[in-house]
């Protein structure tokens, strides 16, 4: 063990990452059979740890995949995990597979879901462009549909995602954006969606896209701020003649886009509301959450 290596929770016991090992034969390595968070803790306090919580739970129920512990023992381990690495400001993953069964499908070979909880210090995910703005792209990959992977199920199966960010590469783009089957905006490879208008701010229904929690809490913040919102289905005529655009998320935050599939949004630098909400969000995770260390 190097001296320097965080240590990562599994199963009840703290080993150092570069001995953190499951089996082979786990079907959330076989086949992506399990479910995970990302939770972000900010100036010694985790923040809306019991939503993540709760997303999760939910998440494993849509699968039906019982996990063995509750939602409070759950929490105590995200914050042991935390205090074991002496972290403050960090990002958490917690992960449940469907356990150790065999080469077949059927999870009822599986006798017992792996907890897994990685933490570790997180910077910007987007680095610079906070104040550049990023580069997206739309992408031919349409986002899972809702009746065959619904994009809410927060699962270990990631490949969707994946080759969106492929196609976003190859394009050159910061952020590939998913459409659904439908034509309609759905989110971002790894985040939701708001595009501002006249003064005003929409985003997608969460049907197509994923439930997000930094989502929600922006939700808050602009009816607080008292701007005009509403959920309703965006398309891509929406995204190249919006005023601003931005996207959100755990490891994201709020990120502004200045500019997709080659068309200039806004000035072509970040926008006055994103700005603010950015502003804004910062100030709400500084102050809230629950605390590591009593």
């Known amino acids: ?38 939770i972000r803790a900010y100036n010694g306090r985790v923040f809306k740890l019991k939503e993540h919580l709760d997303r999760l739970y939910d998440s ?11 939602k409070d023992e759950f ?8 205090r074991v690495n002496k972290l403050r400001d960090a990002y958490i993953r917690p992960i449940v597979t469907r356990g150790v069964g ?22 910007k995910l987007y ?39 492929i196609e976003a590469n190859a394009k050159g ?32 229904p969460v049907i197509n896209n994923l439930r997000g929690i930094t989502r929600a809490v922006v939700v808050e913040i602009i ?21 601003e655009l931005f996207v959100t998320g755990t490891a994201a935050e709020i990120a502004p886009i200045v500019k997709i599939d080659g068309r200039i949004v806004g000035d072509g630098k970040p926008g006055r509301i994103t700005k603010m909400l950015i502003q804004e969000f910062k100030k709400v995770t500084q102050s809230e959450g629950v605390p590591i260390y009593e």
């Open 60 to 70: 494993a129920k849509a699968i039906d995949l019982k996990i063995p512990v509750s």
């Open 173 to 204: 783009g910061d952020e590939a954006i998913f459409l659904d089957h439908n034509g309609y905006v759905s989110e971002g490879s790894g985040d939701n969606i708001f595009v501002v208008k006249n003064g005003a701010i929409s985003t997608p």
């Open 223 to 243: 009816k607080k701020l008292k701007i005009p919102f509403e959920e309703t289905n965006i398309g891509l005529y929406d995204l190249y003649t919006a005023d």
């Open 102 to 123: 065999d080469l077949g499908l059927d999870p009822r070979k599986c006798e017992k879901p792996t907890i897994i909880v990685i933490t570790r210090e997180w910077g």
């Open 127 to 165: 680095g610079d462009l906070y104040e550049k703005g990023l580069v997206a792209v739309t992408v031919t990959t349409r986002r899972n549909a809702i009746d065959a992977l619904p994009p809410n199920i927060k699962s270990l199966n990631y490949l969707n995602n994946i080759l969106a960010k």
């Open 75 to 82: 929490a105590d381990i995200i914050l042991e995990t935390l």
């Open 1 to 38: 063990m190097l001296s320097d290596e965080l240590l990562v929770y599994i199963d009840g016991k703290f080993v150092p990452e570069s001995e953190a090992r499951i089996s082979v034969f786990d079907h959330g390595f076989l086949y992506g059979d399990g479910v995970f968070e990302g």
